[in-house]
Structure formats: C-alpha cells, structure tokens
C-alpha cells in the first residue's frame, strides 16, 4: 500500500477482534470505579466514585479494550510489598521523525521530476533484558494467553521485528523501515477513542523466559504542520505484565533540572529539586490528579487546610500523594565527605545541596534521599547554578562590548578614509 518500506517479520500474532469486545469511559451500565482503592498494601476509601484519582476519567480508554479480572489479596502487615518492575521504557519525550529521504521519480506523460518526502522513526529506549520491537500501523488491540496482541489494518502494515541487548539509552534508529504519512488522509492519523484503531503502536517485547508476556507499548499519532511535513507526537504508554496491563502516566516535574543547558534569561529558582513554596525542602510530594511534584511533605500538609488548588496549574486537587526513594547507605568514607561538603554548603549560606530528608520509616542499612536526584542523579547546587548564569552573562556582555568597539574602530576607519580621498 506504500506507507512502509521495510523488511516482513514472520510469524505475526494474529488475534479474531469484534467491536463487542470494546469497553469504554463512561460505561453505559453499572458503575466504573469502586469504593475504595489499594495503594502500598493499604486500602484507602475514594473519595469521589466516580472520577480517576491519577488523570482525566477519558485516560482509562486507553487501558484495555474489555475488562479484566483481578483478585487482589490485601497483605499482611509483616508481608512485603510485591512491587512491579518494568523491565523496558521507552523515553516517551525522544519519539520522533527523524529523516527525511527524498526520491525522484520522473512522470511518463509531463516527462517531469517529482519528490516525494519519507520519514524513519527514532526513539530511545532503556531495556533490563533482550527484547524485540515491532511498529504496527492502524492497529487494533487484543488479548491472547495474558498477552497483548496487536493486529494492523493491512498484514504489510507492520514493521519487521528488531532485536536488541539489553542497555540502557540505546536508539531505534532502522533506516530499512520507512514511512510515507501521505499516503493516508491526516485523519486517520489521529486517535478517535470510539474507533478501536490506533494509528502508530510501537511495541517493545521482552525476549526473557522469566518475563513471557512482559511488553511496554508506546502509542503515537501523526500531525501535518504548516510547511506540509510531518510530525510524530506520542500518545501514551502503557505496560503488560504479569498477565495484566497497566496504564503508565507522567509525573510533571519529576525530570532532572539544572542549567547547564538553561539560557541565561530563564527563571533558575525553576530549574532546581526544592519544594516551590518554601524554597529549602525536597520535593516529594505529588498532586493528584494533575500529577505536579512540586511540594514537600510540610507545605503539602499546610496546603490541605489552606487551599484546594494546585500552586502550578491552579486545578483542584483531590489528593496528595508522597513519593520517597530509599538507597543503600554509602560508605563511611564517602558519607563523611559528603557530609564536608553539606556543611560547607550551609557555612556559606547554600542550603540547596544540603537539603535534609525525612528519614522516619527507612529500613536499617537504607537512607532517604531526594526523589528528584535519586532518578535522575544530583542536581547542581543552587549556589552553583548562581555562579554559572552569572559568568555566562559576563562573557555575553564582554562580547557585545567587543563587537560595539570593532563597529566603533572600522567606522572611524571609514570616515578617515572618505576624509584623505577628499
């Protein structure tokens, strides 16, 4: 049909797919949220029934196409928390259209040379085990053996299976896998949630005999810009495992933020871990169901009492919720030289790098650190931030000053010039 140029995978799963087997938001009988919900082994009672604690109610169309059953057993309190580990991410933010081949082809009748613009896809992925990586066009979903299968609207309209190691940050780079969106109306390239097709699935399979049926799924739509080209904007994610399928939802302010690449007129007191409100403490806490990390756990009890309203997006919040990271203790050595360093930084009035936190309820032999920093590794002290915007200010201005002096010295060049012609 023209759309891929690629190399066929053998062996597509293929699945029977009816449109009664689509389950949507709002339901048109019986109720779609219960009364209470798991969270950390707890139970904990919904305050509103009816609405999705962790995103728009519209968000949950994604999740699966019919229902699932799932018997959860509430833990013991001497019981440790199983917790869910997603072996393959796809970095949602790195999806793109990156190349664009040209081919001419001349025309028999006009006898004249046309170009015809094609893309690759790129992405960057992190993957714990092997796995393997499909792309499928206009695709519908379904469910075969606790596995999700995925069939597109054509049998060529798939790309061939790639395989990769694992490793973290690699690149889905395949320049035998081309597509041409123009071959399609720019309406099918968008989502309809009534539809069951989706125009872009990129699914990434692990290749793990201890994880069978364990896939993160990227789904994407194509946008036509002004200049007529193409853009790849991802939709959402989600994640198979365990014979169950998990919507996965980003956390806004949870990416590592310092100004090594931040310009010099952007807002520092932005690009650091601190809570928002009062400036010294970590960020820790989520507001739900915006999904802003951007308070401590002290100024999101005080915003409880006195607003209801998230400090970022000004939504109303109907919950909190506190996320904290653990790490294994460092050594001796290593502790001590970080604890130098943390009371230098408060001796000169930097109290960015020696944020302290709350360390109640950490198993023995872990600590409590920042959530920002243990995802994302240390962020640049404030102090130090400081210093670096000031200094590349300075260059700046020295430069402006510099090229002012060398339009001053080649004018007065000129006019002696002109005045000795004369």
Same mark, same amino acid.
């Given at each position: 049909?023209? =759309?891929?140029?690629?190399?066929?995978?053998?062996?597509?799963?293929?699945? &029977?797919?009816?449109?009664?087997?689509?389950?949507?938001?709002?339901?048109?009988?019986?109720?779609?949220?219960?009364?209470?919900?798991?969270?950390?082994?707890?139970?904990?009672?919904?305050?509103?029934?009816?609405?999705?604690?962790?995103?728009?109610?519209?968000?949950?169309?994604?999740?699966?196409?019919?229902?699932?059953?799932?018997?959860?057993?509430?833990?013991? *309190?001497?019981?440790?928390?199983?917790?869910?580990?997603? =072996?393959?991410?796809?970095?949602? &933010?790195?999806?793109?259209?990156?190349?664009?081949?040209?081919? *001419?082809?001349?025309?028999? !009748?006009?006898?004249?040379?046309?170009?015809? *613009?094609?893309?690759?896809?790129?992405?960057?992925? #992190?993957? &714990?085990?092997?796995?393997?990586?499909?792309? /499928?066009?206009?695709?519908?979903?379904?469910?075969?053996?606790? !596995?999700?299968?995925?069939?597109?609207? #054509?049998?060529?309209?798939?790309?061939?299976?790639?395989? /990769?190691?694992? @490793?973290?940050?690699?690149?889905?780079?395949?320049? $035998?896998?081309? +597509?041409?969106?123009?071959?399609?109306?720019?309406?099918?390239?968008?989502?309809?949630?009534?539809?069951?097709?989706?125009?872009?699935?990129?699914?990434?399979?692990?290749? #793990?005999?201890?994880?069978?049926?364990?896939?993160?799924?990227?789904?994407?739509?194509?946008?036509?810009?002004?200049? @007529?080209?193409?853009?790849?904007?991802?939709?959402?994610?989600? !994640?198979?495992?365990?014979?169950?399928?998990?919507?996965?939802?980003?956390?806004? @302010?949870?990416?590592?933020?310092?100004?090594?690449?931040?310009?010099?007129?952007?807002?520092?007191?932005?690009?650091?871990?601190?809570?928002?409100?009062?400036?010294?403490?970590?960020? &820790?806490?989520?507001?739900?169901?915006?999904?802003?990390?951007?308070?401590?756990?002290?100024?999101?009890?005080?915003?409880?009492?006195?607003?209801?309203?998230?400090? %970022?997006?000004?939504?109303?919040?109907?919950?909190?919720? !506190?996320?904290?990271?653990?790490?294994?203790?460092?050594?001796?050595?290593?502790?001590?030289?970080?604890?130098?360093?943390?009371?230098?930084?408060?001796?000169?009035?930097? $109290?960015?790098?020696?944020?302290?936190?709350?360390?109640?309820?950490?198993?023995? @032999?872990?600590?409590?650190?920042? =959530? +920002?920093?243990?995802?994302?590794?240390?962020?640049?002290?404030?102090?130090?931030?400081?210093?670096?915007?000031?200094?590349?200010?300075?260059?700046?201005?020295?430069? %402006?000053?510099?090229?002012? %002096?060398?339009?001053?010295?080649?004018?007065?060049?000129?006019?002696?010039?002109?005045?000795?012609?004369?």
């Amino acid at each position: 049909m023209g =759309l891929i140029q690629s190399r066929r995978s053998n062996g597509s799963p293929e699945s &029977d797919q009816t449109s009664s087997n689509i389950y949507k938001y709002p339901p048109k009988t019986g109720n779609y949220f219960g009364s209470h919900f798991y969270m950390g082994g707890e139970k904990f009672d919904a305050m509103r029934p009816d609405a999705f604690l962790f995103g728009e109610n519209e968000d949950l169309n994604f999740l699966a196409n019919k229902l699932f059953s799932y018997s959860f057993t509430a833990p013991q *309190t001497n019981e440790p928390i199983k917790t869910l580990k997603s =072996l393959i991410n796809i970095r949602k &933010d790195s999806l793109k259209f990156y190349t664009k081949v040209y081919f *001419t082809s001349p025309q028999l !009748q006009q006898q004249q040379t046309t170009t015809q *613009t094609l893309y690759n896809i790129e992405f960057t992925f #992190d993957s &714990d085990v092997k796995c393997a990586i499909t792309i /499928y066009y206009f695709a519908t979903e379904d469910f075969v053996d606790k !596995q999700v299968v995925y069939k597109p609207r #054509d049998p060529d309209m798939n790309s061939e299976t790639f395989h /990769y190691k694992r @490793g973290s940050n690699q690149v889905f780079s395949q320049s $035998t896998h081309i +597509v041409d969106p123009s071959k399609f109306p720019d309406s099918q390239w968008q989502y309809d949630p009534v539809k069951e097709t989706i125009p872009i699935v990129i699914q990434c399979d692990a290749e #793990d005999e201890e994880h069978v049926g364990h896939s993160h799924i990227l789904y994407a739509v194509v946008d036509k810009i002004v200049d @007529g080209s193409y853009i790849l904007r991802p939709l959402k994610q989600k !994640q198979m495992m365990n014979g169950l399928c998990y919507l996965l939802q980003e956390i806004y @302010g949870i990416e590592n933020k310092n100004t090594e690449s931040a310009k010099p007129d952007e807002d520092i007191d932005d690009n650091g871990s601190e809570c928002i409100i009062c400036m010294c403490e970590p960020r &820790d806490t989520v507001i739900l169901p915006c999904r802003h990390l951007c308070l401590c756990n002290v100024c999101a009890d005080n915003l409880r009492y006195q607003a209801n309203n998230c400090p %970022i997006c000004r939504a109303k919040f109907r919950a909190l919720l !506190q996320i904290r990271a653990i790490q294994k203790k460092k050594p001796a050595s290593v502790a001590a030289a970080t604890a130098t360093a943390a009371a230098r930084d408060v001796g000169s009035g930097d $109290t960015s790098s020696a944020l302290s936190t709350n360390q109640d309820g950490v198993p023995p @032999g872990y600590e409590a650190v920042s =959530l +920002v920093e243990a995802l994302n590794g240390p962020t640049l002290p404030h102090r130090a931030r400081q210093v670096m915007v000031m200094m590349m200010t300075i260059i700046i201005i020295i430069i %402006i000053i510099i090229i002012i %002096i060398i339009i001053i010295i080649i004018i007065i060049i000129i006019i002696v010039i002109i005045t000795v012609a004369r």
